[in-house]
Structure formats: structure tokens, C-alpha cells
């Protein structure tokens, strides 16, 4: 059965760091399309940040830019997220999502809500002095 548990968010003051995790149970992430996501209260959800397991391939929205990195450790079944300089208005609560075959990424990753089928809980990440 597929699950995936996000944790490592928290209260951060502005100019920050942060590491979210995701354990992803009952698939392998090889070959997965893997993404995290945020919504913030009264937003829609957002992808932030997705990728390509299959060739590498990733896709930042332009907000996060060169301060948000994803990462994978297949061995572990892990997914990350890196967050530098962090943000009020990167207040949100944080999903991890998969999908176990890429493939329909063929042109790179799309990061839309609609890509992915299993999600995680999510995590509470909170940018505030």
C-alpha cells in the first residue's frame, strides 16, 4: 500500500532553513514522478517543486528559485525538499506527491496538482519572526 509521510517543518524566523523529508512506503522511486506542493490558507495548491526520477529533470516555480532544492534517495525511499532564505509568504502547509511511472512526463515535469495521485499528510511550515 502506498503512503508517504512528510515531516520536518516547523517555525522559522525570515532569511532561514528548513530540510522537509518524505518517506515513501510501498513503491519504489526510480522511476517515479515525485513533487511537493503547497497550500496556503484561502490558496489553491501550488506545486513548488517537482521531479523527474527517471533522467533528473526538475521544475521549481519561479517564487522558489534558487532557494528550494529537491532531492531524492532511492535506497532509502526518500524524497526532500531544501529550503534556504526562507519567507513569510512561504507560510504554507507542504504535501510530498508521487506517482510511480513518469513517463507521462515525457517533456519534463508539469508539477500540476493533477500529476499525482498519492499525497502525503502534509507538513506546517511557518516563516515569522
Known amino acids: 500500500q502506498l503512503r508517504l509521510v512528510e515531516s520536518g517543518g516547523g517555525l522559522v524566523q525570515p532569511g532561514g532553513s528548513l530540510t522537509l523529508s518524505c518517506a515513501a512506503h510501498?513503491?519504489?522511486?526510480?522511476?517515479?514522478?515525485i513533487g511537493w506542493f503547497r497550500q496556503a490558507p484561502g490558496k489553491e495548491r501550488e506545486g513548488v517543486s517537482c521531479?523527474?526520477?527517471?533522467?533528473?529533470?526538475?521544475y521549481y516555480t519561479d517564487a522558489v528559485k534558487g532557494r528550494f532544492t529537491i532531492s531524492t534517495d532511492n535506497a532509502k525511499n526518500m524524497v526532500y525538499l531544501l529550503i534556504h532564505d526562507l519567507k513569510p509568504e512561504d507560510t504554507a502547509v507542504y504535501f510530498c506527491?508521487?506517482?510511480?511511472?513518469?513517463?507521462?512526463?515525457?517533456?519534463?515535469?508539469?508539477?500540476?496538482?493533477?500529476?499525482?495521485?498519492?499525497w502525503g499528510q502534509g507538513t506546517q511550515v511557518t516563516v515569522s519572526s
Open positions: 510501498g513503491l519504489r522511486l526510480d522511476y517515479a514522478a
Open positions: 521531479r523527474n526520477n527517471r533522467d533528473g529533470s526538475t
Open positions: 506527491a508521487v506517482e510511480r511511472d513518469s513517463s507521462f512526463w515525457a517533456h519534463g515535469p508539469t508539477c500540476r496538482v493533477s500529476d499525482f495521485g498519492a
